[in-house]
């Protein structure tokens, strides 16, 4: 099921509609590593990962897999494995996915960048769960725990990011 995202903060499936953070770049159509914003485009789910310690597998329309505290994500365009998962600790800059905050307790992996990765044009764009404050994010969507999980139950298989 397709869901809208608008800039303004919103994610709409079907009837229901869920405040969302976006980045702090704005949505932007053109992409770049490091620049806080959120692909203007559409992004397919493509899997979702979860922390096994702190919660049940988020149902959902696509594969559900757990992180481990080794589990990472390289946003260094430089490196061959840009723009994908990685396990920790490797010699590029990665992200840690297993945080000590619960940003990361669910993660949907957005298609951005991925077919074909393209150094320099964005990486690590997901869905996660929200500050309690919905701040902007780095790029990615963040919904409210309960949202995101809902918005996943609902059958999401895809996010298209308007302004």
Request: hydrophobic letters at 45%.
């Amino acid at each position: 099921m397709l869901a809208v995202v608008t800039a303004d903060g919103h994610l709409t499936i079907g009837a229901e509609t869920f405040r969302a953070a976006l980045g702090r770049g704005g949505v932007r159509a053109v992409k770049q590593e490091g620049d806080g914003a959120t692909p203007l485009a559409p992004l397919p789910l493509r899997q979702v990962l979860y922390r096994p310690d702190r919660g049940t597998a988020p149902v959902c329309a696509v594969a559900v897999e757990p992180l481990s505290p080794h589990d990472g994500w390289c946003d260094d365009p430089a490196d061959p494995a840009y723009n994908q998962r990685v396990r920790l600790p490797i010699h590029a800059r990665a992200e840690a996915l297993w945080r000590d905050d619960p940003l990361y307790d669910i993660i949907g992996v957005l298609g951005w960048n991925d077919a074909p990765v393209r150094p320099g044009r964005g990486s690590a764009i997901f869905l996660h769960i929200a500050r309690q404050d919905f701040a902007p994010t780095d790029g990615c969507i963040a919904l409210a725990p309960g949202d995101l999980r809902r918005v996943l139950a609902l059958g999401l298989t895809e996010i298209l990011v308007k302004t």
